[in-house]
């Protein structure tokens, strides 16, 4: 028999990445249709800044993946 396979990990980064885009393409189309007012020169840094702050927290989740992967191999021995 083979041994299970590993869990998956999650990367973090595509899907927060993928949520700020998605927030950004609906504030688009609230304001083609009308309902929202926005300008465009908000729109930009609020992408950049989201998608920075998606960065952050995914470096910070891989780290303390990386340091919980460590602890569980030392306390197997």
Do not use: I
Not at 19 to 29: I, N
Not at 57 to 69: G, Q
């Amino acid at each position: 028999m083979t041994p299970p396979p590993a869990p998956r990990r999650v990367q973090l980064f595509p899907v927060l990445a993928g949520l700020v885009l998605l927030v950004v393409a609906v504030l688009y189309l609230l304001q083609s249709a009308g309902v929202l007012r926005l300008q465009g020169r908000v729109v930009l840094p609020l992408e950049a800044a989201g998608l920075v702050v998606a960065g952050l927290l995914a470096s910070v989740y891989a780290r303390s993946r990386v340091r919980r992967d460590r602890s569980q191999a030392s306390s197997d021995r």
